[in-house]
């Protein structure tokens, strides 16, 4: 009884978005009035809305309420983070996955008409100071911004939520990697970036898919 119970307020807050009545941002209803309108105890409802925070989709502000949210992403870089910890898969899935969802937007990018702006978008991510003066930190995060600036150009939300959750599990597997890169390899990861701009820039798929392979090579 108490599972159906539970269940029976998490579609009650589902129906509500359905019908246009509850938005991202929105604050829910109190416990109290749940439990009212519900005719469920308060501990039903309670176990209902945290359930629902873990998946991402409640935000408890402490002294607010709760409120509908969007943050998928974090549950889903947890699952990610334990399938390593339990060998369900490993870092070099995770970076065979990141180089393909690179090498599609490029597909993307490069059959735009507006081609050569984003790729004045990704350059600007890039910066004027040269691979060779920036410290490992510096340079680990501009790696980072730069792939996160790629797949954000192409537009898919979906993508996204997926890049946002893998992101975090990814660069702190490959951190020790890129920390004890070399000048020369640094300089090399700078200048396949530069690589891929030019292929968007210039429509060729090709130059995108060259570039992208020979950098998580490196990795």
């Known amino acids: 009884m108490e599972n159906k119970e539970y269940q029976r307020i998490i ?34 409802v309670r176990e209902a809305l945290r359930s629902m925070e ?27 983070s334990m399938m390593l910890l ?12 990141r180089m393909e969802l690179d090498k599609q937007a490029c597909r993307t990018l490069v059959a735009r008409e507006d081609r050569v702006k984003l790729a004045d978008q990704l350059l600007a991510v ?17 790696d980072a911004r730069f792939h996160y600036e790629l797949l ?7 993508w996204m939520t997926i890049a946002d959750a893998i992101f975090p ?12 890169a070399s000048r020369e390899e640094e300089q090399k990861f700078y200048e396949l970036h530069w690589g891929i701009c030019a292929g968007i820039r210039d429509g060729s798929y090709e130059q995108c898919e060259e570039a992208i392979e020979e950098h998580y090579r490196l990795l």
């Open 126 to 142: 890039l910066g004027e100071t040269p691979a060779n003066e920036q410290d490992q930190e510096q340079f680990i995060e501009l």
């Open 86 to 97: 339990l060998g369900a898969t490993d870092l070099e899935d995770l970076k065979k996955f």
């Open 152 to 158: 954000q150009l192409q537009g898919n939300r979906l």
């Open 11 to 44: 579609d009650y807050i589902c129906q509500e978005i359905t019908d246009d009545r509850l938005k991202i941002g929105d604050r829910l209803p109190t416990e109290r009035l749940l439990s009212e309108q519900m005719g469920v105890s308060r501990n039903c």
């Open 54 to 80: 873990t998946f991402g989709m409640i935000e408890c502000r402490q002294g607010s309420g709760n409120y509908l949210s969007c943050r998928m992403s974090e549950p889903i870089s947890e699952i990610f």
């Open 169 to 180: 599990v990814y660069r702190k597997g490959i951190k020790d990697t890129l920390l004890h």
